[in-house]
């Protein structure tokens, strides 16, 4: 049986969230880190997840990169396609998810598409157009902050109108909440009317369900993993016992690990602090003359039978004053202790932050894993098929308890 879904992700991270939303709904999920090549092997799933690294690339690469999974996708045969990026719509005016939406609509020939990444769970939801984390609009949270997607505005019409050439509108959330025959004549009106991406609020996981109930082959469905998930149960539904059957899920390996801290959310910082009372830790700092060489030689005094932390976040007074390529640099140096403390070794190695996960994933050569048990909502370790076994937890900067980096290390299976 051919996928139902495929699922194209603009970073890592948020390709494991999705992935672990997809299999919660009772999809078997393949998740492949890295655009697929001719001799990549599909077995038998539900879903396939692709994720690539072009959530900051430049917008005509990140098209290009994304056209080209999306013809793979539809190659093994999936019906329903999916436009995965961040709960907190990480872009600039420049792109990258108004251009890549455009040429996937494009190319899907879907007259719409929902644009909605809602993500209750996580306390990301949509209202009159607005995004919130919590009770704060993205524009007063500490995504403003963000080193490379900035979020000054919260309103997400007026985002991607700057993103993309074609008519955008708003699906409120007084249309939603009158049910799924409301929202199909709202959609049916704004499709007559020449819209071509429609911004949907959503509050709750119901509204997610009957926007994906309602939205179905008329449009192409983007967002975060919340409406993944609503998507995902539906087809599992449709499916009925064709789906989710055989599903074994692998141990965890045992070891030493490592933690691999980049992102500079408010999250991630106070995850940090907890991992620093601990266990040892290094702090990478841009200034340095040796960054790498220091970094391996700490990692060779210190990477034994329990667990490290390498990191580079910081809060926002700290960066004010750092060159512009700072972040490539600690990205590569993170990249390369992660690569060092696995061939010391290490069998665990959790991972903070959606650009530091391409990048460490990449280093370890990693291109497919199976998905496993969730250590915190949307945080899913990976276990790898080759010998032995290399298990990855990649965590959104935004995502995860506070002690979750500690229970990480601890957890054994």
Known sequence: MSPLLGCLADDYTGGTDVAAALRRSGLRTLLLFGAPTPET??????????????????ADEAVRQSLA????????????????????????DQGNIGPVVDAVTQADDRP????????????????????FVGDRLLSQSPMRHHPLTPMTDSDLVAVLGRQTPYPV?????????????????????????????????????????????????LALMTGAAGLARAVGALLAQTAGEGAGGGET???????????????????????????????????????????????????????????????????????????????DVLEQALAAAARHAVERG????VVAGGETSGAVVNAL??????????????????????????ALLLKSGNFGHPDLLVRAMEQRQ
Do not use: N
């Not at 092997?41 to 430049?58: E, F, N, S």
């Not at 340095?288 to 060779?300: F, K, S």
């Not at 990976?382 to 032995?388: M, N």
């Open 112 to 131: 719409l598409t929902i644009v909605c990444p809602a993500a209750p769970e996580h306390g990301r939801t949509l209202y009159q157009g607005h995004l």
């Open 346 to 349: 290490a069998r665990r190695v």
């Open 365 to 390: 050569g990693v291109t497919s894993v199976i998905v496993s048990a969730e250590a915190d909502r949307g945080v899913p370790w990976c276990v790898t098929t080759a010998s032995p076994p290399l």
């Open 249 to 327: 899920v692998p141990p965890l390996p045992g070891g030493p690990g490592i933690v691999i801290a980049g992102s500079c959310s408010a999250a991630t910082l106070e995850q940090v602090a907890r991992a620093r009372e601990k266990f040892p830790s290094y702090r990478l700092h841009p200034q340095a003359g040796d960054l790498i060489g220091d970094c391996l030689r700490w990692l060779e005094a210190h990477l034994g039978d329990g667990s490290v932390m390498v990191y580079s976040s910081a809060p926002p007074e700290e960066r004010a004053e750092t060159p512009p390529d700072t972040a």
């Open 69 to 92: 999974v999306h013809r793979w996708l539809l190659a093994q045969g999936v019906s329903h396609p999916y436009v995965k990026y961040c709960s907190t719509f990480d872009s600039t």
């Open 41 to 58: 092997t599909v077995p038998d799933c539900d879903a396939i997840v692709v994720c690539l690294k072009t959530r900051t690339a430049p």
């Open 169 to 217: 509108a708003l699906l409120a959330h007084e249309v939603v909440a009158q049910g799924g025959d409301a929202v199909r004549t709202a959609l049916r009106d704004l499709r007559e009317r020449g819209i071509r991406h429609v911004v949907t609020d959503a509050v709750d996981d119901h509204d997610l369900d009957t926007i994906a109930a309602a939205a179905g082959p």
